[in-house]
């Protein structure tokens, strides 16, 4: 069981909203940093918070000199989502879980670290914990600044340790994330046949998560690429398209199609040609070549997980994951099978992100300690890959050896998200001796 110091600071992190929610335009700002920066202070951190165009960055130094090591984490979340048995904002403790939102991802590593850069005892170089709002929409003003802050002042860390995790074990691998967007101009019309509708549902077997770098195709079922796979075999044309979107990382829990499916019926009815030529395209689309550069257990993952009509366009984001950082090689492998799909109507396409993928060696000095610390926890003393893109790349593509790291959960990115509070105290424990095996003589 986690120390009551350490749960209870969850608690309170927890039940601060610090949802990014894009397609509400509600954004973490400086009164929520504040927020945060106040419970950490109120345990006894003391440090700053900074603020790049709005993203709160709440930063503490200890020490001076070489080595210099940078321990950081998000306390930024995804919208709550549709589904929760419980208030996500509250903090839900039964038997060893503690549910909440961001009470895996990432609350938890901003807990267990500040309290472990509290009680580790340093007797050379320098220690920096960063916690940052933004990771969730991409890190640039969060982790991307802070790399450029921390170089500016001859602060560039040896290594970097970044609590983003719940797998309770050593993660030196992480994709590339991308997002696309695919705008197509409505093109209304009427169709004779049979009226159809049928809802889909995501199914994820072995796993507690909604986020979407953990998809596996072949072995998850994607609503969205379900219903494509439908309106192709059917030929449907397609009026609406409904589904329960929360973000673009986020798999919707369902989508539903209605139209008109070829037959006898002589059922007439409006329908959009280029909203149907846009989903029948999504299951291609999903199976894009992409290039990578290096090995991924995960391989590629592409997934449309939010649509919405803006003006005359039908617009859907997709969400990548490669072993890639060329932005062009993924526009242009999207673009053919676009192209191919939708050349018959007004379309535009535009891919953003890819700012890094995390990849650091075995042989790696902060890979040796961690896994060393790890073992002696009793944990996974082999290093894994984590799917999901971290803020560890604003330094990893810059030569720091960087690793992942955070306590035992699940259900991230959907309802009822969870950690396990044995591992969430072995997870400040991990910190705290990894921080003493880095900086004392």
Avoid at 361 to 383: F, H, Q, W
Wanted: overall charge neutral; aromatic content about 8%; glycine content about 10%.
């Amino acid at each position: 069981m986690a120390h009551r110091e350490l749960v209870d600071l969850l608690a309170s992190l927890v039940s601060i909203d610090t949802s990014n929610d894009p397609l509400k335009g509600r954004f973490v700002g400086e009164g929520e940093g504040r927020a945060v920066f106040n419970e950490l202070r109120r345990v006894g951190f003391e440090g700053r918070l900074l603020l790049e165009s709005g993203v709160p960055i709440i930063l503490g130094i200890r020490g001076s000199g070489r080595p210099i090591s940078l321990f950081m984490a998000h306390f930024d979340v995804v919208p709550p989502g549709p589904g929760w048995s419980r208030d996500p904002f509250t903090l839900h403790v039964e038997g060893d879980r503690a549910y909440g939102r961001g009470s895996a991802d990432d609350k938890s590593n901003v807990a267990s670290i500040t309290l472990a850069y509290l009680s580790a005892s340093i007797s050379r170089g320098t220690l920096i914990v960063a916690f940052t709002g933004d990771e969730e929409i991409g890190g640039s003003r969060g982790a991307g600044f802070l790399a450029g802050y921390l170089k500016e002042r001859n602060l560039w860390p040896d290594q970097v340790i970044n609590g983003d995790g719940f797998l309770s074990s050593v993660i030196t691998r992480r994709r590339n994330a991308f997002t696309a967007r695919i705008m197509v101009e409505k093109s209304p019309g009427e169709y004779e046949g049979c009226t159809a509708s049928r809802e889909f549902h995501a199914r994820t077997l072995n796993k507690e998560t909604m986020h979407s770098a953990y998809f596996v195709p072949g072995v998850d079922v994607h609503p969205l690429i379900a219903a494509s796979e439908w309106a192709r075999t059917t030929r449907i044309a397609i009026s609406a398209l409904s589904g329960e979107w929360v973000k673009s990382n986020v798999i919707p829990r369902k989508a539903s199609v209605k139209g008109i499916i070829p037959g006898n019926c002589s059922q007439k009815g409006p329908v959009d040609w280029g909203l149907t030529s846009l989903v029948r395209a999504l299951l291609p689309l999903s199976r894009a070549p992409v290039p990578v550069s290096l090995y991924s257990d995960f391989g590629v993952t592409i997934n449309p997980n939010v649509y919405y009509a803006e003006n005359r366009w039908h617009v859907v984001e997709l969400d990548i994951r490669a072993m890639e950082s060329d932005k062009e090689n993924i526009e242009n492998s999207l673009g053919k099978v676009v192209e191919e799909n939708l050349s018959g109507y007004k379309y535009e396409l535009e891919v953003r992100g890819g700012k890094g993928y995390l990849y650091t060696s075995r042989g790696a000095r902060i890979v040796e300690l961690a896994l060393a610390v790890n073992k002696r926890l009793g944990l996974n003393p082999d290093p894994v890959e984590g799917a999901g893109a971290s803020d560890s790349r604003y330094f990893s593509t810059r030569g720091v050896e960087s690793i992942d790291y955070g306590p035992l959960g699940g259900n991230v990115h959907g309802a009822d998200e969870y950690v396990y509070l044995s591992h969430l105290g072995l997870s400040m424990e991990f910190y705290r001796r990894l921080m003493e095996e880095l900086h004392q003589k």
